[in-house]
Nanobody
């Protein structure tokens, strides 16, 4: 069974930094495209960043130039380094794993971690 567990969220002042971590279990990590999504109160969930099994990264517009996604296959962990945080980055951040099953992607989600940026 695939499990994703996020950590590293918290309260930070604007301009500060946080690093989120997501540990994956279930033997899927190396095959998965790993991503971070976020959902602010009253808004739809949006993609923040993703990294493929081959290491290719992609960022949402809100993350470009400020956030960095990385993965450590030896530790089955994906990270999101967030710098120059803004109040509008306040949201619940979710870890996601996408695994191709030959027909479509199976999606797995962590429970989320709250990030609050104060002005």
């Amino acid at each position: 069974q695939v499990q994703l567990v996020e950590s590293g969220g918290g309260l930070v002042q604007a301009g500060g930094s946080l690093r989120l971590s997501c540990a994956a279990s279930g033997g899927i990590f190396r095959r998965a495209t790993m991503g971070w999504y976020r959902q602010a109160t009253g808004k739809q969930r949006e993609s923040v960043a993703l990294v493929t099994s081959g290491g290719t990264t992609n960022y949402g517009d809100s993350a470009k130039g400020r956030f960095t996604i990385s993965r450590d296959n030896a530790k089955n962990t994906v990270y999101l380094q967030m710098n120059s945080l803004k109040p509008e980055d306040t949201a619940v951040y979710f870890c996601n794993a996408k695994i191709w099953n030959g027909i479509f992607d199976d999606d797995y989600w962590g429970p989320g971690t709250q990030v609050t940026v104060s002005s």
